[in-house]
T-cell receptor, first 115, second 115 residues
């Protein structure tokens, strides 16, 4: 079975500061890991995903995440926050062997960027 | 259309009434998913359609919930005898085919409020 824990339902950072959104997963098999973003009044969009290969994954808008098996983590980072990054971010995990109907989402982290 | 379209965007109904939610996937996408997001919780898988195969209904919470899809086009999610705990955002997503490597495209969701 898979599950995801996102630490911090709300995160606030100053514009230009580092963004760090935490995600820890539980999976009995090698996981596929995802970050989705939901901007105000929009649907979910895929930011980035890890399936196999390089553990540091780069996504859109300057975000990246690193798969750390030893820590069962997939934290999302961005060196410098922009006002446009304010959104809800969801981490998700699947077992990598089946389709997205087995995609499990965390409860989300709302990112606020302070000017 | 250019993206996944859901209607209505908001629905308020009285307890005990039936509701029908609609999803128009991206043209050519054979896979279609319904998810539910209750307040403060992660996305919850409901049902999955892939082409002409039998749908995966394993996520439907009760027999009050049903969904149909005609071919590879529109899908409707029906909730009969609505209860207050059905209040949530119902999200539809589509992808080119089954498989976690396929990018999911989400609609903006239907906010259902059961009074």
């Amino acid at each position: 079975a898979q599950s995801v824990t996102q630490l911090g339902s709300h995160v606030s950072v100053s514009e230009g500061a580092l963004v760090l959104l935490r995600c820890n997963y539980s999976s009995s098999v090698p996981p596929y890991l995802f970050w989705y973003v939901q901007y105000p009044n929009q649907g979910l969009q895929l930011l980035l995903k890890y399936t196999t290969g390089a553990t540091l994954v780069k996504g859109i808008n300057g975000f990246e995440a690193e798969f750390k098996k030893s820590e069962t983590s997939f934290h999302l980072t961005k060196p410098s926050a922009h006002m446009s990054d304010a959104a809800e971010y969801f981490c998700a995990v699947s077992d990598g062997a089946t389709g997205a109907n087995n995609l499990f989402f965390g409860t989300g982290t709302r990112l606020t960027v302070i000017p | 259309g250019a993206g996944v379209s859901q209607s209505p965007s908001n629905k308020v109904t009285e307890k005990g009434k039936d509701v029908e939610l609609r999803c128009d996937p991206i043209s050519g996408h054979t896979a279609l998913y319904w998810y539910r997001q209750r307040l403060g919780q992660g996305l919850e898988f409901l049902i999955y359609f892939q082409g002409n195969s039998a749908p995966d209904k394993s996520g439907l919470p009760s027999d009050r919930f049903s969904a149909e899809r005609t071919g590879e086009s529109v899908s409707t999610l029906t909730i009969q005898r609505t209860q207050q705990e059905d209040s949530a955002v119902y999200l539809c997503a589509s992808s080119l085919s089954q498989g976690t490597n396929e990018k999911l495209f989400f609609g903006s969701g239907t906010q259902l409020s059961v009074l």
